[in-house]
């Protein structure tokens, strides 16, 4: 069964500061998918950033942007210019490639950007 | 709907009572997941349909726990019994039927058993 490990419970950031979250899993496969949500306080799960394990570039969307090492089976999300709004709980996601099956989740770490 | 809406967005009730949770996926979407919240917790999954049929029902913690889903559309997850350890959110999330599509999540359900 594929595991989600997220080691850092809690952070906090300087607002404007750049801030590492880390996310290590555990898979016996070679193609899979990986996420980050971020559920601020209002509940809502929102998709943060994506990565296809099966492409070596890493992604980015705008001040996020993943550092995905598929040897180490570790991919942690870096926030730049953190913002007040980024404070929130980030949770890591691992996904199999064949078909649709359930997300699964790491414990979560929440982020708290400091003004 | 524009997105994944659940209802309702809070629940009190009775140890003991049978409660029933609704969530209506994005139109088109043919997968849809539940998954339970506890209090400053990860997500624990419970149940996936795709289409009706729920090929992975390997998260339900015990048969007082069902879930159904009709027309390829609204699933309801009904929780019979309700004890106090049943205090969770739950999250609802739908998809487009493709591996490593994007789950798309309603604002979950509050459930309180007192």
């Known amino acids: 069964a594929q595991t989600v490990t997220q080691s850092q419970p809690e952070m906090s950031v300087q607002e404007a500061e750049t801030v590492t979250l880390s996310c290590t899993y555990d898979t016996s496969e070679s193609n899979y998918y990986l996420f980050w949500y971020k559920q601020p306080p209002s509940g809502q799960m929102i998709l943060v950033i994506r990565q296809e394990a099966y492409k070596q570039q890493n992604a980015t969307e705008n001040r996020f942007s993943v550092n995905f090492q598929k040897a180490a089976k570790s991919f942690s999300l870096k926030i730049s210019d953190s913002q007040l709004g980024d404070t929130a709980m980030y949770f890591c996601a691992f996904m199999r490639e064949s078909g649709n099956t359930p997300l699964v989740f790491g414990k979560g770490t929440r982020l708290s950007v400091i003004a | 709907g524009a997105g994944v809406s659940q209802s309702p967005s809070n629940k009190v009730t009775e140890k003991g009572k049978d409660v029933e949770l609704r969530c209506d996926p994005i139109s088109g979407h043919t997968a849809l997941y539940w998954y339970r919240q506890s209090l400053g917790q990860g997500l624990e999954f419970l149940i996936y349909f795709q289409g009706n049929s729920a090929p992975d029902k390997s998260g339900l913690p015990s048969d007082r726990f069902s879930a159904e889903r009709t027309g390829g559309s609204v699933s309801t997850l009904t929780i019979q019994r309700t004890q106090q350890e049943d205090s969770a959110v739950y999250l609802c999330?739908?998809?487009?039927?493709?591996?490593?599509?994007?789950?798309?999540f309603g604002s979950g359900t509050q459930l309180s058993v007192l």
């Open positions: 999330a739908s998809s487009l039927a493709r591996g490593g599509e994007k789950l798309f």
